[in-house]
């Protein structure tokens, strides 16, 4: 399988108050960055990074990483939309699915993607894999070829044109046990992203 992957980076970030993909871990990577390696050293190739908000400054910070950028023009519309603009933005590679990473779903382990990968090959007619701590189902997702086809082909204005109501849609997904926290989190304020680094350096 040739799986690629989604950075989902265009949200406004209003709460964190500066752009969570240009959040720095101690030595000065950016969050983008490593949500890039993650992905990228777990075999998922291309990947693409949507962006919209403050869409010039993360870019122009990141000139070095070998992404595929995808400016969501639509970003004010929520994260369904963003996830249509990079999602029909794979369309034109040769792929069979992507991962789908929010950017500020952070501290993933790369052991829990590459489990969600090899799942994702295992079950080759599944349309998506949802990483599931305790019953409860997060991030990154795996989303088939078709799905993403479906996804592309949604009205945004549609009730349903959000990922956690196709996925309930979607009988034959599967949820895969996962042990790993971090899939059911997300860093929204300066205290919890400080929180995170201090959790990181200690493993």
């Known amino acids: 399988m040739k799986i690629a992957g989604i950075i989902l980076a265009a949200g406004e970030s209003r709460r964190m108050g500066k752009p969570k993909a240009l959040l720095e871990f101690p030595g000065k990577k950016t969050l983008l960055t490593g949500q890039f390696e993650l ?48 999602v029909a933005h794979l369309l034109h590679h040769d792929v069979t699915g992507a991962v789908i990473l929010p950017v500020d779903v952070a501290g993933v382990k790369k052991s829990t993607l590459i489990n969600i990968i090899m799942e994702a090959d295992k079950n080759a007619q599944a349309p998506a894999i949802v990483p599931a701590f305790r019953n409860r189902g997060g991030h990154p997702i795996f989303i088939s070829r078709a799905f993403c086809q479906r996804i592309v082909d949604m009205d945004p204005a549609q009730e349903d044109a959000r990922m956690d109501i196709l996925l309930r849609q979607t009988p034959d997904a599967v949820h895969l046990p996962v042990d790993d926290m971090a899939v059911i989190k997300n860093i929204n304020t300066q205290g919890e992203w400080e929180n995170n680094c201090r959790n990181a350096s200690s493993l």
């Open 39 to 86: 992905l990228h050293d777990a075999g998922c190739d291309p990947v693409v990074v949507v962006v919209g908000s403050d869409a010039d400054t993360i870019i122009r910070t990141h000139p070095q990483l070998e992404v595929s950028w995808c400016i969501n023009k639509n970003w004010e519309a929520g994260q369904f939309s963003s996830i249509q603009s990079g």
